[in-house]
């Protein structure tokens, strides 16, 4: 649906070149929710809005559909970014304009005749579940309203892709479930495509199927999201996860553990209906090795339960090793932290 192909930006400040992205290639499929993580600067919005030539790139392709849309004309450009809708940390919503003539304002622009942009935006406020505010500001509404109007405003046109740069940043964590929610719904209905840029990581974990992950203007490791939270590659990547899967204790464990290199500390990663304690005491017992459960959680990837134990392990390094061997041969994942 989307490629992006040695995608390359960089801004002109004064006299000096700043680069943001290098050589970027990505491949996003129809129909998939695809989540883009990194650190504030990383050159997140920055890519996002190349793929809608809202920034233009300073080398490379950008195709959304069949189209090169760098190669277009400023008309024709204008038509192709019909077809993706786009929505914000902070809404963007016109403030002297009620929801219904938020979300009517790009049917107008694009001169929809009256009764389909009528009939339309009932149907938007239906869809987002917004029908008791019709008539009302933006600023009367909550954040997460705010953000519904966002995206009834983004699908109007009927998009084949949606972009959401930080699009729940701005909201507490129960809105931006029920954010995510709609965005899932809508993704299942309309089989839309979804980019979806966020800090956070469980944002990614609770609604995408893939995942990049950027820092520096680079994408440093890439994959679907339930393989991705098994066996990270990449240091930035196992930080992002680090932050959503371990208590503030842990981490302080395991930063002090990083400098001293003294204790055997592994997280054990099962997913589905694997139960851990057997696979963990059996293979603990046949190695001879005593350990400690520092940590056990139990969560979702999108529709797949996994769960997670941080363990630490006390026996000689063999008896470590053969323990964790029995682990892996038992079919859960074993990281060495
Ligand atoms: N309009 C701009 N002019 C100059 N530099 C910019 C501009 N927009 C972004 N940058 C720089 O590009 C880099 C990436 O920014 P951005 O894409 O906004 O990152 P993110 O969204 O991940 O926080 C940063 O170093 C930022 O300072
Ligand atoms: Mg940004």
Excluded at 129 to 144: I, V
Excluded at 179 to 186: E, G, K, Q, T
Aim: some cysteine.
């Amino acid at each position: 649906m989307i490629r992006l192909e040695q995608l390359h930006k960089s801004y002109t400040v004064g006299s000096k070149t700043v680069p943001a992205l290098a050589d970027i290639n990505l491949a996003i499929e129809p129909g998939e929710i695809f989540g883009i993580i990194g650190h504030s600067g990383a050159g997140k919005s920055t890519l996002v809005r190349c793929i809608n030539l809202l920034e233009r790139p300073t080398g490379g392709r950008v195709i959304v559909g069949e189209t090169d849309l760098t190669t277009l004309t400023a008309k024709e450009l204008q038509q192709e970014r019909r077809k993706i809708g786009m929505i914000f940390q902070h809404f963007n919503l016109l403030s002297s304009a009620t929801v219904q003539d938020n979300i009517a304002f790009p049917l107008r622009l694009a001169k929809r005749p009256k009764e389909e942009v009528d009939r339309r935006v009932s149907e938007l406020i239906q869809l987002v579940g917004l029908e008791e505010h019709r008539t009302k500001f933006p600023a009367q509404l909550s954040g997460g309203q705010k953000q519904r109007v966002g995206i009834a405003r983004a699908l109007a046109a009927d998009p084949k892709v949606l972009l959401c740069d930080e699009a729940t940043s701005a909201l507490d964590p129960q809105t931006t479930a029920s954010i995510l929610a709609l965005l899932r719904d809508i993704n299942r209905r309309f089989g839309l495509t979804i980019v979806l840029i966020t800090h956070e990581m469980q944002v990614i974990r609770a609604v995408c199927d893939r995942l990049a992950v950027i820092e520096s203007g680079q994408i440093v490791e890439t994959g679907r999201v339930l393989d991705v939270f098994l066996k990270p590659q990449h240091p930035t990547t196992r930080e992002f996860i680090e932050q959503v899967e371990d208590s503030a204790e842990l981490r302080e464990v395991l930063k002090h553990e990083k400098a001293a290199g003294t204790r055997n500390i592994v997280r054990i990663t099962f997913i589905g209906e694997k139960t851990y304690e057997p696979v963990l005491y059996e293979s603990m017992r046949e190695a001879d090795v005593s350990f400690a459960i520092l940590q056990g959680t139990i969560s979702r990837m999108k529709d797949t339960p996994y769960g997670q134990l941080v363990v630490e392990l006390n026996g000689t390094t063999e008896q470590v090793e053969e323990a964790i061997r029995l682990l892996l041969a038992r079919g859960v994942e074993v990281e060495r932290l």
